[in-house]
T-cell receptor, first 115, second 116 residues
Framework: NAGVTQTPKFRVLKTGQSMTLLCAQDMNHEYMYWYRQDPGMGLRLIHYSVGEGTTAKGEVPDGYNVSRLKKQNFLLGLESAAPSQTSVYFCASRRTSGRKSYEQYFGPGTRLTVT | AQSVTQLDSQVPVFEEAPVELRCNYS??????LFWYVQYPNQGLQLLLK??????LVKGINGFEAEFNKSQTSFHLRKPSVHISDTAEYFCAVSRFLTGGGNKLTFGTGTQLKVEL
């Protein structure tokens, strides 16, 4: 199992450009999450999904959109990038039941710089 | 609302010395607590978790944590650290979301630096 993978690993954007970050998991997990990590602020939840075709806002959703067309994939989009979106983005997933159902599994991260 | 406070942003320690990383949480309901570790340029890896039962929780790599409800703390400890333990450590509390799933609220992290 590859676990949770993220594409790309690094990206530099100019202000106003758009891009999509891809998260894929091969563990058949129902729940998936997008977080951003900024120095001194820990991780903050952007959007999450409790199943294929469903998404919901987290604590910092502004400027981002997401889609979950397939169970294994969770896409994070930036329509018009801003320097404030410079961050490291982490995707996570978890199962819905069983002994490890509270454990979120994280991807390796995408480092995004907006100039 | 839930919040997590990690009192120390950086903790330097010599190899083979003991270490304690502090975490306090605030919550009006029962909580599930977690410690994650992040090695340089990597994602987060679960060290240990407290869901219920024994208040002393053992995790990977020799780490353990004690849940103290009266002090609302979940401090992480290791009796003897190794150079390879140099990493950032995050405490997190879980709560359920109205739409399903759970949300992890993270502390701001503690950078553990182990020196020779």
């Amino acid at each position: 199992n590859a676990g949770v993978t993220q594409t790309p690993k690094f990206r530099v954007l100019k202000t106003g450009q758009s891009m999509t970050l891809l998260c894929a998991q091969d563990m058949n997990h129902e729940y998936m999450y997008w977080y951003r990590q900024d120095p001194g602020m820990g991780l903050r939840l952007i959007h999450y999904s409790v199943g294929e075709g469903t998404t919901a806002k987290g604590e910092v959703p502004d400027g981002y959109n997401v889609s979950r067309l397939k169970k294994q994939n969770f896409l994070l989009g930036l329509e018009s990038a801003a320097p404030s979106q410079t961050s490291v983005y982490f995707c996570a997933s978890r199962r819905t039941s069983g002994r490890k159902s509270y454990e979120q599994y994280f991807g390796p991260g995408t480092r995004l710089t907006v100039t | 609302a839930q919040s997590v406070t990690q009192l120390d942003s950086q903790v330097p320690v010599f190899e083979e010395a003991p270490v304690e990383l502090r975490c306090n949480y605030s919550s009006s309901v029962s909580v599930y607590l977690f410690w994650y570790v992040q090695y340089p340029n990597q994602g987060l890896q679960l060290l240990l978790k407290y869901l219920s039962g024994s208040t002393l929780v053992k995790g990977i790599n020799g780490f353990e944590a004690e849940f103290n409800k009266s002090q609302t703390s979940f401090h992480l400890r290791k009796p003897s650290v190794h150079i390879s333990d140099t990493a950032e450590y995050f405490c997190a509390v879980s709560r359920f979301l109205t739409g399903g799933g759970n949300k992890l609220t993270f502390g701001t992290g503690t950078q553990l630096k182990v020196e020779l």
